[in-house]
């Protein structure tokens, strides 16, 4: 089943998740670890892109995770042709292209497809504090969404 209408509340949540983008390097590897923090390891969860990019995290990403207390230092990304015998419950997609491809790896699976589309913050130019307020907005619609996908109370006084 595909939704595309962003995140939805599930009547039962998924085992495994899988959030893709065009180069892990930003949204998904931000979805993945803010996920892991709000669901601990009662879910798989991981990360691809479509194109092999640089390997390591997003400077700014790292910046405005950190900002909440969370480390991505330790991620490298990887593409959907990366994984190896990988089977999820549910992908996320957070940008048309990897949409596409997720679609594409699901054709024969029985996985539910959601596309939340998520806008690419390295389009954002001008100051380090402009780019910065762009990564923060992407970081709080994804804490949003994944809160309202997975049914977690934001923190009481929010």
């Not at 990366?82 to 419950?89: G, H, I, N, P």
Request: hydrophobic share 40%; proline share 8%; aromatic share 6%.
């Amino acid at each position: 089943m595909m939704n595309f209408d962003g995140p939805s509340r599930p009547t039962s949540n998924p085992t495994s998740v899988l959030f893709a983008c065009s180069m892990n390097r930003v949204r998904s590897p931000m979805a993945e670890a803010i996920a892991k923090y709000l669901l601990g390891k009662r879910i798989f969860i991981d990360s691809v892109g479509v194109r092999k990019g640089e390997v390591e995290p997003d400077p700014l990403c790292l910046a405005v995770l950190d900002e909440i207390g969370l480390d991505l230092s330790r991620h490298r990304s990887k593409t959907f042709d990366e994984l190896q015998d990988a089977s999820f419950d549910l992908v996320i997609s957070l940008s048309p292209e990897a949409q596409h491809n997720a679609v594409e790896l699901t054709r024969h699976m029985a996985c539910e497809v959601e596309y939340w589309p998520t806008p690419d913050p390295t389009a954002v130019e001008g100051s380090r504090e402009a780019r910065l307020a762009a990564y923060r907005q992407v970081r709080d619609l994804l804490m949003d969404r994944i809160r309202t996908r997975f049914g977690i109370a934001p923190p009481s006084g929010v």
